[in-house]
Nanobody, 116 residues
Framework: QVQLAESGGGLVQAGGSLRLSCAFY????????MGWYRQAPGKQRESVAT???????NYADSVKGRFTISRDHAKNMVYLQMTSLKPEDTAVYYC??????????WGEGTLVTVSS
């Protein structure tokens, strides 16, 4: 079983920055593709960014150039550095771990609120 613990959310003004962190516990970190997803009020959950164990990344078009996902294999951590934040980035952000054998785990989420 994998446990994921997000931190780093909060209230920030438009144009500001935040860094989200996700701690991974329970299995071999390198066996999982890690990702950040978000869900805004009244909307479906969407992928924000993913990163493989080989550090290949993928971003949603809406965050390209503003967000950076990274992972630290020594600490079993995943990060999402968010810059130039916009009110439309307001959402609950979830950490996700997905293995190649179909395991899929989610954290409880951390709220990011961007004020205009």
């Amino acid at each position: 079983q994998v446990q994921l613990a997000e931190s780093g959310g909060g209230l920030v003004q438009a144009g500001g920055s935040l860094r989200l962190s996700c701690a991974f516990y329970g299995k071999t970190f390198a066996h999982f593709v890690m990702g950040w997803y978000r869900q805004a009020p009244g909307k479906q959950r969407e992928s924000v960014a993913t990163i493989t164990s080989g550090y290949s990344t993928n971003y949603a078009d809406s965050v390209k150039g503003r967000f950076t996902i990274s992972r630290d294999h020594a600490k079993n951590m995943v990060y999402l550095q968010m810059t130039s934040l916009k009110p439309e980035d307001t959402a609950v952000y979830y950490c996700n771990a997905r293995s190649f054998v179909g395991e899929d785990y989610w954290g409880e989420g951390t709220l990011v609120t961007v004020s205009s």
